[in-house]
Every structure is written in structure tokens, then in C-alpha cells.
């Protein structure tokens, strides 16, 4: 039966009963409840694995080696929902120690399964939202990477925390304005569309693409903008309107 068939109650005591298997293994050294969560076909099984790892890595500083040891382990395991569940932990640890993390995040980059590339922008969202000044030294290790994909992901991964703090978000992207790679360049304007909408931002976003050289882009990514003040009017600062009011008077070209 799937996480959410279950009800509230049900629910939680199958969490601490996730919780306390995957504890009893940390404990022994064996690691059977450990892959059978992780390789779990339930997206929701396994989300209260690693969820349950970032608990216990904070709570439990005696069992944080072996933490790391079992991730290391499962790291190189055929399935790729495990090595997906494994960044994921890596990011919950990540929010509170970046350093014991970042491994996994760099060799998931790399990941030959999209499924684990993808968990690495979400905990590269994650945690920099709450452990941003690692995490952005991170991604301008990898910002100019000779694989495009390692890009797009990094200016993925980087979005989230763009959207409270903008300003140490658009140097990077700015980096990469003359990107020629669809994917990459797509990417980028997606995130500056994202960055946008809340309150602060679209000054601070306007302010910094006028000092941005390839007019191509940046008109691409003003229609972006645009856009995005539409679709998320009920949560944006401005209406779709008044941004285009803004932009067209403080867009220095």
C-alpha cells in the first residue's frame, strides 16, 4: 500500500517505524532496511528515508560516520532510485554540514540517471536556502564546467535561493549571458523570470540586467519576466502591467 493510501495516524507510525529500522541498521552496521527504503518504487517511502537520515544525522552525532559510510556505500548501487535517495540525504545533511555533502552532490552531477541529477538541483535548492555562502562556492566551481548539462543544473539548482536574495544569484547568470547551448540558455532565463516576481526583486533584477552586454537575451528574458508576472499575478509584487511599466522606464539599454 502506497504512503498515501494510508491515513494520518497510519502515516506517522509508519514513519517512526522508518525511522527506527533505518536507526537499527546505523546501529549494527547492516544496511538491508536501508536499501529497501531507498529503492522503495513509492516516491513518498522514499522521501521519509532520507528525511529520517536528516533527522537522525542531526540528532545522533555518534551515528553521523556511519551516516556517511552507508551513503558512500549506496552511492554506487545499480538502481537508481537508491543513488537518488542518497543525494537527497546528502541534501538534508547538507543544511547543517555542506562539507560532508558536497561529495555526493558533485559526483551526482555527473550521474549517468537524469532521476539523480535532478535530486541534485532540488538539494542544491534546499540548501541554499538555508546554508547559501557553501553552496554558491559550490556552484561557481561548476558555473563554467565544459558539459552543458553540469551548467544547466547549476543555474537550476541556484534558482530557489535567487528568489530572496537576487542579488548574489544574477552575477552568476551573468557569467553565463553569452551561453550558447539552448538548454542552458533556456534555463538561465527561466530563473531570471523566476527571481523576478517577489517583493525587491524585479528592482534588483532590472538593475542588473542593465549592465548586461547580449541584448538578445536580455530581451528574451524581459519576455520572461513579463510572463511570469501574468501567470503568478496573485503572488507577485507587481501586476503584469506595472511591470511592464517599471521595466520600460528604468531598463537602461
Given at each position: 500500500?502506497?504512503?498515501?493510501?494510508?491515513?494520518?495516524?497510519?502515516?506517522?507510525?509508519?514513519?517512526?517505524?522508518?525511522?527506527?529500522?533505518?536507526?537499527?541498521?546505523?546501529?549494527?552496521?547492516?544496511?538491508?532496511?536501508?536499501i529497501n527504503y531507498?529503492?522503495?518504487?513509492?516516491?513518498?517511502?522514499?522521501?521519509?528515508?532520507y528525511l529520517a537520515f536528516g533527522k537522525i544525522y542531526k540528532d545522533k552525532n555518534d551515528r553521523r560516520p556511519e551516516i556517511i559510510k552507508q551513503l558512500?556505500?549506496?552511492s554506487a548501487n545499480d538502481d537508481a532510485k537508491v543513488r537518488q535517495t542518497v543525494i537527497n540525504a546528502?541534501?538534508?545533511?547538507?543544511?547543517?554540514?555542506?562539507?560532508?555533502?558536497?561529495?555526493?552532490?558533485?559526483?551526482?552531477?555527473?550521474?549517468?540517471h537524469h532521476s539523480v541529477r535532478n535530486a541534485v538541483i532540488g538539494s542544491i535548492k534546499k540548501m541554499g536556502e538555508k546554508n547559501s555562502v557553501p553552496v554558491l562556492a559550490f556552484a561557481k566551481r561548476f558555473l563554467h564546467h565544459e558539459d552543458a548539462e553540469v551548467r544547466?543544473?547549476?543555474?537550476?539548482?541556484?534558482?530557489?535561493?535567487?528568489?530572496?536574495h537576487p542579488e548574489d544569484i544574477l552575477p552568476l547568470l551573468k557569467e553565463l549571458q553569452h551561453e550558447k547551448t539552448a538548454r542552458v540558455r533556456n534555463t538561465i532565463i527561466h530563473v531570471i523570470g523566476q527571481i523576478s516576481y517577489k517583493k525587491g526583486?524585479?528592482?534588483?533584477?532590472?538593475?542588473?540586467?542593465?549592465?548586461?552586454?547580449?541584448?538578445?537575451?536580455i530581451k528574451e528574458a524581459i519576455d520572461e519576466i513579463i510572463d511570469v508576472h501574468e501567470r503568478y499575478e496573485?503572488?507577485?509584487?507587481?501586476?503584469?502591467?506595472?511591470?511592464?511599466?517599471?521595466?520600460?522606464?528604468n531598463l537602461i539599454r
Open positions: 500500500m502506497a504512503f498515501y493510501d494510508l491515513n494520518k495516524e497510519q502515516r506517522k507510525l509508519l514513519t517512526d517505524k522508518i525511522g527506527k529500522e533505518l536507526l537499527s541498521d546505523l546501529y549494527s552496521g547492516k544496511n538491508s532496511y536501508i531507498f529503492a522503495d518504487d513509492d516516491t513518498y517511502i522514499r522521501k521519509t528515508a558512500e556505500l549506496l546528502a541534501g538534508e545533511i547538507g543544511l547543517i554540514d555542506f562539507e560532508k555533502a558536497e561529495p555526493f552532490m558533485e559526483r551526482g552531477l555527473f550521474d549517468k544547466r543544473e547549476i543555474c537550476h539548482g541556484i534558482e530557489l535561493f535567487g528568489r530572496t526583486c524585479l528592482e534588483t533584477v532590472i538593475e542588473n540586467l542593465s549592465t548586461w552586454e547580449n541584448g538578445a537575451l496573485n503572488f507577485s509584487t507587481y501586476s503584469k502591467e506595472q511591470a511592464i511599466t517599471y521595466i520600460e522606464k
